[in-house]
Nanobody, 123 residues
Framework: QVQLAESGGGLVQAGGALRLSCAPSGRTFSRYAMGWFRQAPGKEREFVASISTSGANTYYADSVKGRFTISRDNALNTVYLQMNSLKPEDTAVYYC????????????????WGKGTLVTVSS
């Protein structure tokens, strides 16, 4: 069983930046592709970004490309989402996700979810 703990959410003004972190439990972090999803009020959860087990491959939703960067540190068992140039439409609960496999794409099944961290971007 893998437990995912997100941190780093909060309130920020439009144009600002935040960095989210996710620290899975267990010793098998490097076997999981990791990703971030988000769910805005009244909307379905959507894919934001993912990173392969080695960190060599990343994928982004078009809405965040060029503004968000996903990275991972397998030695620290942590995955990050650096969010720059934030917009009010980025307001959502952000969820960390883990998939047992090399990569994660929006269509893949997710093995584990975090409980989420709220990001609020004010205009």
């Amino acid at each position: 069983q893998v437990q995912l703990a997100e941190s780093g959410g909060g309130l920020v003004q439009a144009g600002g930046a935040l960095r989210l972190s996710c620290a899975p439990s267990g010793r098998t972090f490097s076997r999981y592709a990791m990703g971030w999803f988000r769910q805005a009020p009244g909307k379905e959860r959507e894919f934001v970004a993912s990173i392969s087990t080695s960190g060599a491959n990343t994928y982004y939703a078009d809405s965040v490309k060029g503004r968000f960067t996903i990275s991972r540190d397998n030695a620290l068992n942590t995955v990050y989402l650096q969010m720059n140039s934030l917009k009010p439409e980025d307001t959502a609960v952000y969820y960390c996700a883990a998939r047992l496999g090399v990569t994660m794409t929006p269509g893949h099944d997710i093995n584990y979810w975090g409980k989420g961290t709220l990001v609020t971007v004010s205009s």
